[in-house]
């Protein structure tokens, strides 16, 4: 057999390997979001992930200043665009976020502490495929800024205070059923008589 040879029959092997190896994880795991990451798929993900991330991208440094402001900045974007799924103090316990695969991670562990601020950046911006965290990137310098700002945020999350998730509680998005409750407390509060509840969906209704 010639070298050239071997060499195609060797990357062959190699790609049905990976191919019988996806199939057989399709087929055990019924690429099911219910069930936990196991320890091993975890490390590997993680090191993909580190791999990926151009290596000049890890070291770039934060370019926005550590500051009162820039912290009230992230904390307030983090409440508005993160907190759904990573929880306001980062532990990502919403139900958004443990019903994720991978589940949200607890951002104040050293999983995601020890990453750079350059990969923390990187990752805000263009999201990880095959996961539950989107690219939030809008191409724009003040989109950077933000982002950045939220990775001093992020640094914070090990030491926030109740105070500071107290105020985080009043920036988060409500749902519609939240903001119609409040409407008809405000109509109840005038007195007005007009208050009607929706009707309700038939029950053949699609």
């Not at 290596?55 to 402001?69: F, G, I, K, L, W």
């Not at 912290?71 to 508005?80: C, E, T, V």
């Not at 495929?129 to 003040?142: E, N, Q």
Request: hydrophobic share 40%; proline share 6%; charged share 25%.
């Amino acid at each position: 057999m010639s070298r050239a040879a071997l060499v195609v029959f060797v990357l062959l092997g190699t790609l049905l390997s990976a191919v019988a190896a996806a199939l057989w994880y399709a087929r055990a795991t019924g690429l099911s979001a219910r069930a936990e990451a196991g320890a091993t798929e975890a490390q590997l993900a993680r090191a993909v992930r580190r791999w990926a991330i151009p290596p000049e991208a890890r070291v770039r440094p934060n370019p926005v200043t550590r500051s009162d402001d820039a912290l009230a900045q992230g904390r307030a974007h983090f409440a508005d665009h993160c907190a759904s799924c990573h929880a306001n103090d980062g532990s990502g316990d919403t139900e958004m976020g443990r019903n994720l695969f991978p589940k949200s991670p607890d951002m104040r562990l050293p999983v995601t502490q020890e990453l750079t601020d350059g990969e923390l950046f990187w990752i805000i911006e263009n999201g990880i495929r095959f996961t539950g965290m989107p690219a939030w990137s809008t191409g724009t310098a003040g989109g950077e800024e933000a982002s950045w700002q939220l990775v001093h945020f992020i640094r914070r999350l090990p030491d926030l205070t109740e105070s500071e998730i107290e105020e985080m509680e009043g920036l988060n998005p409500r749902s519609p059923e939240e903001i119609r409750q409040d409407i008809e407390a405000e109509r109840f509060l005038r007195g007005d008589d007009d208050v009607t509840t929706p009707s309700q969906p038939s029950a053949h209704g699609h």
